[in-house]
């Protein structure tokens, strides 16, 4: 960020360099997102399993 406030602070010349720094953010920004959502499909599974586990045994127990 202190990159970007000096290239902000240097003006219009410096509007490619800015631009650039926050085009890579953002795929930095998609790239952690996209783990964070395979992420939370394993989750999701898992608690899935879980679940079923759980049902199975009450009903086995019944």
């Not at 219009?12 to 953002?26: A, F, I, K």
Request: proline share 2%.
């Amino acid at each position: 960020m202190k990159h970007y406030a000096e290239l902000r602070a240097a003006g219009e010349p410096t509007l490619s360099d800015r631009m650039e720094m926050l085009v890579q953010h953002r795929q930095v920004l998609n790239d952690q997102i996209a783990r964070l959502q395979e992420h939370k499909i394993k989750l999701d599974e898992k608690i899935e399993f879980y679940r079923n586990e759980i049902k199975r045994v009450q009903q086995n127990m019944s």
